[in-house]
């Protein structure tokens, strides 16, 4: 690739670093190499650990000050190379170069943000109950911390930890997902130009996934993990970093229900269903998986949702006007392939699509009347699928959309102010769309509830993740 930023290389201690063995990263769109990385040992994290640690002495110790300008220069780098930026991301994870434009100027918010908001790490003076004694608080960044993140939003993910964390006075290692590592990479790149001092950010690519992430969560240097990825994998490294008491934060997966009351703007619903649904093809963990259309619309609801659909394009995120791209590999188009096709077993309808086109490229696809016991009812479907079904009143719909152990998103459709009130209060999820199908942005607070995680990203409450409140206690 002709870029200055495309870099087939792991970076630690300030340096870019090779290794004999090597791994491909695949082209989603091509099914070619777009290059290789290092595949990176136990050894080589350790080494990555020890930097870290190393520079968080010095680091620890700058002004809120040099941190935040340090985080701007970043911010403003980041939009220099956006371009570029944004084909890597086309490139690696297959999302149209329209959605990755939008992704780097979304990623890049969390640097502008926190380059910001890392200047009102205020404490407290506390009112002492007794005289003889002066107490406050101060906040301080809680030291090294580990990130893994997922392949989905291979730069976003990213900035959403490293930008509070940078800002705090930690520094960091960091594991992209071995699909997507070329942004990590790029984004290192441009921290090293900012000047950013060596061993403060490290990354380690690696297939090792299970290797790296135990080291991460259990070494002892390391004070906290944040996770962004798969429940699964979000329990096992909870599990790891309790021998060693780390603090974690975890973004983790969901099964986000949309629900369109018979009082909803159907054409507004419409339009929000497409951009919580198709983003990613659908891979997003905040992508709707379960409609649910209160009975008197349901039809008019399913045809209009069926016209916009058979509207989006499919192919190489590359080429112009493409809104839907491929799958991220045969694990997920068989894992879309098997929803579709258990769905339509237990009774459902395909009312648009509904069959894999060629490589990893799956037709935007609409199922009406899906069964509650189907698969897709259950389970994140990350694809391009839309699953109908019909409900009858305020009460089963709630139901019905809280019916699950994961609560990340929910978004809903009413134009009735006090169901909005009344809903919004009783979903269980850590974040609801109220006519509208996106949520995520820089200054509001992005996590689930239940099984979909702990803590959250973004705004203040994510700086507080890598923050302690140490207490002062003055005798006088
Ligand atoms: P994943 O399989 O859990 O992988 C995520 C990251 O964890 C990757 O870097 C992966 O490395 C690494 N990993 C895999 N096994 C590991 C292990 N045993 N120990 C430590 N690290 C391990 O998830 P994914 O398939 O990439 O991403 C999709 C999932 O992420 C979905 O469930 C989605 O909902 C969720 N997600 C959540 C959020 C959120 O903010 N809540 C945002 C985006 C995505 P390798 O790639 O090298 O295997």
């Known amino acids: 690739m002709n870029s200055t930023l495309f870099i087939e290389k792991a970076y630690i201690d300030g340096k870019f670093v090779h290794s004999e063995k090597t791994f491909p990263v695949i082209n989603p769109a091509t099914l070619l190499p777009l290059g290789h990385v290092p595949d990176l040992t136990v050894k080589d994290c350790q080494t990555a650990i020890n930097a870290a640690e190393n520079a968080w002495k010095q680091w620890q110790k700058t002004t809120i000050g040099e941190r935040t300008t340090l985080v701007r220069k970043i911010f403003e780098l980041i939009n220099e190379y956006k371009t570029e930026l944004a084909e890597i991301m086309t490139k690696e994870c297959g999302k149209p170069l329209t959605e990755s434009l939008v992704e780097v100027d979304y990623a890049n918010s969390y640097m502008e943000w926190y380059a910001e908001e890392g200047k009102r790490t205020y404490g407290e003076t506390i009112p002492a109950l007794k005289e003889g004694t002066r107490l406050l608080t101060i906040k301080q960044g809680v030291g090294v911390v580990a990130a893994i993140t997922p392949w989905n939003f291979p730069l976003a993910m990213i900035t959403r930890k490293i930008a509070p964390a940078?800002?705090?006075?930690?520094?960091?290692?960091?594991?992209?997902?071995?699909?997507?590592?070329?942004?990590?990479?790029?984004?290192?790149?441009?921290?090293?130009?900012?000047?950013?001092?060596?061993?403060?950010?490290?990354?380690?690519?690696?297939?090792?996934?299970?290797?790296?992430?135990?080291?991460?969560?259990?070494?002892?240097?390391?004070?906290?993990?944040?996770?962004?990825?798969?429940?699964?994998?979000?329990?096992?490294?909870?599990?790891?970093?309790?021998?060693?008491?780390?603090?974690?934060?975890?973004?983790?997966?969901?099964?986000?229900?949309?629900?369109?009351?018979?009082?909803?703007?159907?054409?507004?619903?419409?339009?929000?269903?497409?951009?919580?649904?198709?983003?990613?093809?659908?891979?997003?963990?905040?992508?709707?998986?379960?409609?649910?259309?209160?009975?008197?619309?349901?039809?008019?609801?399913?045809?209009?949702?069926?016209?916009?659909?058979?509207?989006?394009?499919?192919?190489?995120?590359?080429?112009?006007?493409?809104?839907?791209?491929?799958?991220?590999?045969?694990?997920?188009?068989?894992?879309?392939?098997?929803?579709?096709?258990?769905?339509?077993?237990?009774?459902?309808?395909?009312?648009?699509?509904?069959?894999?086109?060629?490589?990893?490229?799956?037709?935007?696809?609409?199922?009406?009347?899906?069964?509650?016991?189907?698969?897709?009812?259950?389970?994140?479907t990350f694809g391009p699928v839309c699953a109908l079904f019909p409900f009858e009143t305020e009460e089963e719909a709630i139901r019905l959309a809280n019916d699950t152990p994961f609560g990340l998103a929910a978004y809903f459709y009413s134009t009735n102010i006090y169901r909005c009130q009344r809903v919004s209060e009783q979903i269980e999820s850590g974040m609801v769309g109220i006519n509208t199908g996106m949520v995520s942005n820089a200054s509001a607070p992005f996590g689930g509830v239940k099984q979909s995680g702990l803590g959250r990203e973004g705004s203040s409450h994510g700086l507080s993740e890598y923050l302690e409140v140490k207490y002062l206690c003055f005798g006088t």
């Open 166 to 380: 940078l800002v705090a006075g930690c520094t960091v290692i960091l594991k992209p997902a071995s699909q997507t590592p070329f942004s990590a990479i790029a984004l290192a790149r441009l921290t090293e130009i900012a000047g950013l001092p060596k061993g403060v950010l490290n990354i380690i690519t690696s297939t090792d996934s299970n290797g790296i992430g135990n080291e991460l969560a259990s070494n002892p240097a390391i004070r906290k993990i944040s996770f962004t990825g798969s429940t699964k994998v979000g329990s096992i490294l909870m599990q790891q970093a309790a021998g060693t008491i780390k603090r974690v934060s975890m973004e983790l997966g969901g099964n986000a229900p949309f629900i369109v009351f018979d009082d909803a703007d159907i054409d507004e619903a419409v339009k929000g269903a497409i951009a919580g649904k198709f983003r990613n093809a659908g891979q997003t963990c905040v992508a709707v998986n379960r409609f649910y259309v209160q009975r008197s619309i349901y039809q008019e609801f399913a045809q209009k949702l069926s016209a916009e659909v058979s509207k989006l394009r499919v192919g190489n995120g590359m080429e112009n006007n493409i809104q839907v791209g491929p799958l991220i590999n045969v694990k997920g188009l068989d894992k879309v392939k098997q929803h579709v096709a258990d769905a339509v077993e237990k009774g459902a309808k395909i009312a648009f699509g509904g069959n894999p086109i060629k490589d990893l490229f799956f037709e935007p696809t609409i199922l009406t009347d899906v069964s509650h016991d189907a698969l897709i009812a259950k389970e994140e």
